[in-house]
């Protein structure tokens, strides 16, 4: 009983740390009036998730070749690399958005690499047609740009032996949690559309790295 516990905090917490950018993010949408439709936010959810979950996966398929007092550090290092990332990534973010921004004319597409990066930094500039409604399209592009962070920290979960199938729905769960009530949140701060919760993404992160030493 107590294993299945420290799993079901361990799951959780990783998912919590993953999750606080859709939170930010949908704060960022309530403050600017930007509506996430319920198709566009379950797609936003499952695509972070799975992408996390996949990562999970992919850990467990490498983890037989590797040698293993390799495995056993790994989840520390990524989790504690992650979480020390986080604890800066505002200040890149902070950068990123200060960078020429592409043509409005310009669409989105799976390879344009500088667009998810300006997404990732402003993840209000995935309403690339500007009608204050995120669609489905946009959320994929959105979903991919926050997942980035998720999957170094899924191969750290992966590592530690966390199920992917329980971080999928638990993490799909969260997302939208997060996507509704960092909405509720951002229509309510007047004129707050800025939200960044990547320093306890980190703390959290490099707690979870730490506890993997125990």
Known sequence: MKAVLLSFFRIFFLCAAVCADTFAAAFGFGAGQIRIPTGSALVLSAVSAAALAFSILAAGWFAPFLPKALVSCLPCLILCGSGLFKL???ALKRLIRRLPQPGREISFSFLQMRFLLRVWADPAA?????????????????????SADGVAVGLGGGFSGLSPWAVFFCCTALNLF???AGGAAGRKAAGRACFDLSWLSGITLLIMGLLTLL
């Open 178 to 180: 997060c996507i509704l």
């Open 88 to 90: 800066f990534d505002s």
């Open 126 to 146: 995935a309403d690339t047609d500007r009608s204050l409604i995120l669609s489905t399209g946009e959320s994929v592009a959105l979903a991919l740009a926050l």
